[in-house]
């Protein structure tokens, strides 16, 4: 029966009843009456404040997920701390999973995350955990003597934790009370006070689970139950019910003797409610039912409705002086909450759909939207966005240039395309989120430097147009506070249903088109097509057995002698990389150098290479073989590494000379302090410098003068071409001739017919290296070579 009809039905049956029967009825019947009244009002009330905590759960469960999905978010500080503030937290923060150290926080300045969490408080929360996701703990006091509640989450090897000031249940709280000692209760999901009158069970968090009630709470149970209070030292009936699904209790206690007391005022009451007679009773009765149960129904259907989802302002009843303070503070905090969680629901769906920087929908939209077309069978085609050169655009002018560079290239290609960012839309449309917006193009940023457009056709003339129009839009320059930057794009095109069934193959397609275009050059686009599958699956196998293959020590040194012209004596060695492959033997740079400079492990092939030539060149030196010097590439990765000049330090006195061999595609010309430092580092570390690869790059004379290299390498494309008077030995003069006015000795590479040879030595050339006068070779045959050479003067 609804509390309106029962109430109705009382005031009737107490108006009509003969005064003698009120009189000769037993007390302990008017008291039953009385708790009869009490269960469902209580019951109603506590169900009531466990609505508005379990939407309160799933909000804080929803902004804390949200958070660790969008972790760019983070940046917007202001924006999310308003929101963390909206709903109580204290802060937010990630920790190292092993060593606690927090590597990212949001928290506000009066609350800030602990560098690294105390080991004891770290292993409590790690206890937390729990494979379902979101867990809460009990409520426990922080160093600074405010209670918290702490949510937890595994993310990777990192615990996500979030920090919940325990003010909403307070305040919830103390929107209820009864009579004189009536109130509302609520406990942790240990049982632990968060919610009380006595503010010193709050501060404490007095453990309530030994009342019986409150043990119920805990087991996940809803009813009403008569108990003893310790805090009032009597007897309470109470409703209570659980919070789903985190566990927490609501009770609404109110103490037995007011009850009495109000069966005793009842009795004495009856010949007055006979004499006022039922027309008067009708009357309070219509009026009690619409004063009172009134607000209690509008409270309910309002939270029927934010349970389903339906976030409109409910029509709860105002303020009024003829209900009870309860009810009036009840209406007023849940018009509050109400107002809250729209406010959070509206910044929570922007930043679910709309990415900060540029306007444009993000990842998560454009996710949604590609499932929604596959779902609905709407062909169209994927076109996935990297620019070219952006890094440096970041590198030299800073983020916030960056970030302006982005957002200009978004407003470009809505342009391009003719339609809206997802920030023009209206709030009601971004909350409504257009389930249908995929029946048109679509336009957004996935991250970092990437974008992406969704278009409704496969019209190939029409795509491949708009693709062009792309790049070159995007190619434009671009001004930003005077600045002028360039950059390019590498798009690929990829359509449904033909290149992908799903939103994850269509989008893995689109990507190897994309990584193609960059491959071929970049600042282009390519569609795809079955054969590049082919090509990626055999350069990414490549690139994991070249990973595989530093980890098992398959890379090693050859090392090829030079020689001084005229007299051919061995003047030292230069080590070159081979990958000894388990299946295809050994392979010489040209079968994998391009993935490894693609994988960026140049640095690593470099760094193995000078740790194993060096350390088998002392080997073979101290079994009394004579070995001038050694010479070893040098990367640009290398070079810039932070571990490079400390490893030139552990290498101790060697036996013969170290030379490095810097490649001349590096931008001498203008060495910047820091490189020159690097450089003269290199040299006090006993080593020398030699400029490779000489005379088809962009090396010049003022480049020469910038490092004063111990030798010239003169390129092999040019040795290579070498006849009696023709233009390649007019070239390879004239390199000699400025390197020897320089003063600097020239050694030539790829002399691999002894003709070069004997050009090169009537052309004054210093020294020569080639398959002519010696191939790359192991160590062990290196050892026999050089104990059968003349050694040099």
Not at 488 to 511: C, F, I, N, T, W
Not at 635 to 641: A, D, G, K, V
Request: with cysteine.
């Amino acid at each position: 029966m609804k509390l309106r009809y029962f109430l109705l039905t009382l005031f009737l049956f107490l108006s009509v009843t003969p005064l003698l029967l009120f009189q000769a009825w037993p007390h302990s019947e008017v008291l039953e009456g009385e708790l009869d009244e009490v269960h469902e009002r209580h019951l109603l009330l506590a169900r009531n404040l466990a609505a508005a905590l379990e939407r309160y759960y799933r909000d804080l469960v929803t902004t804390f997920d949200l958070l660790l999905d969008t972790p760019e978010t983070w940046s917007d500080a202001k924006t999310m701390l308003r929101v963390l503030d909206n709903l109580s937290f204290r802060h937010v923060c990630i920790a190292d999973w092993e060593t606690g150290r927090v590597t990212l926080t949001l928290a506000s300045a009066s609350a800030p995350c602990p560098k690294v969490i105390p080991q004891a408080e770290f292993e409590r929360l790690k206890s937390l955990v729990t494979p379902e996701g979101v867990a809460f703990g009990p409520v426990v006091e922080t160093p600074d003597g405010e209670n918290v509640l702490h949510m937890v989450k595994r993310s990777g090897d990192s615990l996500a934790v979030g920090a919940v000031k325990t003010t909403y249940f307070r305040e919830l709280g103390e929107a209820i009370s009864f009579g004189v000692r009536g109130h509302a209760a609520i406990v942790d999901n240990h049982g632990r006070a968060l919610s009380h009158p006595l503010a010193d069970w709050v501060a404490t968090r007095k453990d309530m689970s030994m009342i019986s009630a409150v043990q119920r709470m805990l087991a996940r149970e809803t009813g009403v139950e008569i108990f003893y209070s310790p805090a009032l030292k009597g007897d309470m009936i109470a409703g209570f019910t659980y919070v789903h699904p985190v566990g927490w209790g609501v009770m609404i206690p109110q103490p037995i003797a007011e009850l009495q007391q109000k069966a005793d005022d009842a009795r004495r009451s009856a010949v007055i409610v006979l004499v006022i007679g039922v027309a008067s009773a009708l009357a309070l009765a219509l009026l009690v039912s619409l004063r009172v149960v009134r607000p209690i129904e509008q409270i309910t259907r309002a939270s029927s409705r934010i349970a389903g989802g339906e976030m409109s302002l409910p029509e709860v009843q105002g303020s009024s002086r003829f209900l009870p303070i309860e009810f009036n503070e009840l209406s007023k905090r849940f018009r509050e909450m109400v107002l809250r969680l729209r406010e959070n629901m509206s910044t929570i769906n922007a930043l679910a759909y709309q990415d900060l920087v540029t306007g444009l929908g993000n990842r998560t939209y454009l996710h949604q939207q590609l499932s929604g077309a596959i779902s609905e069978g709407q062909r169209g085609t994927l076109l996935l966005i990297d620019l070219d050169g952006f890094k440096s655009v970041n590198d030299m002018y800073g983020h916030d240039v960056g970030d302006k560079v982005l957002e200009a290239v978004g407003e470009r290609l809505c342009t391009v395309l003719g339609v809206r960012k997802l920030a023009d839309y209206e709030n009601d449309e971004l909350k409504q989120g257009p389930s249908t917006a995929f029946l048109h193009p679509l336009v957004t940023r996935l991250g970092g430097d990437e974008f992406a457009i969704w278009l409704p056709s496969e019209d190939h003339a029409q795509i491949s147009g708009l693709a062009a129009d792309i790049v070159e839009r995007i190619r434009e320059p671009i001004i930003v506070y005077g600045t002028q930057t360039v950059i390019g794009a590498s798009v690929g095109l990829a359509q449904y249903p033909e290149h992908g069934s799903d939103r994850s193959s269509l989008m893995k397609a689109a990507d190897l088109a994309m990584y193609d275009a960059k491959k071929a050059g970049k600042d282009r686009f390519v569609a795809y097509s079955p054969a590049l599958m082919t090509a990626i699956l055999d350069e990414r196998k490549l690139g994991g057995e070249i990973k595989a293959g530093l980890q098992s020590g398959q890379f090693i040194p050859h090392f090829q002698p030079q020689f001084r012209l005229p007299d051919r004596t061995v003047t030292g060695v230069e080590a070159l990389v081979r990958w000894n492959h388990p299946e295809r033997g050994l392979l010489a740079p040209p079968d994998f150098l391009e993935t490894v400079k693609e994988l960026n492990l140049l640095a690593d092939i470099d760094a193995l290479m000078l740790d194993r030539s060096v350390a088998q060149l002392r080997e073979l030196c101290e079994n009394g073989v004579s070995v001038p010097a050694l010479a070893v590439n040098l990367s640009e990765e290398r070079l810039s590494s932070p571990e490079f000049l400390e490893s030139l330090r552990t290498l101790g006195d060697l036996p013969f000379d170290l030379r490095f061999e810097l490649v001349e595609t590096m931008a001498l010309d203008t060495v910047d302090e820091q490189l020159a430092n690097i450089l003269e580092e290199v040299r006090q570390a006993g080593c020398s410098l030699d400029l490779d690869d000489f005379g088809v790059a962009n090396a010049s004379v003022l480049g020469l003068m910038n490092i004063q290299p111990a030798h010239i390498k003169i390129d092999r494309n040019l040795i290579c071409g070498i006849q009696e008077g023709n233009i390649f030995e007019r070239m390879v003069g004239s390199i000699i001739g400025m390197g020897h006015s320089l003063g600097i000795p020239l050694i030539a590479e790829g002399a691999d017919r002894l003709e070069q040879v004997e050009r090169l030595a009537a052309l004054n050339c210093d020294f020569a290296q080639g398959y002519a006068l010696a191939m790359p070779m192991g160590i062990e045959e290196l050892g026999v070579f050089l104990k059968n050479q003349p050694q040099p003067d």
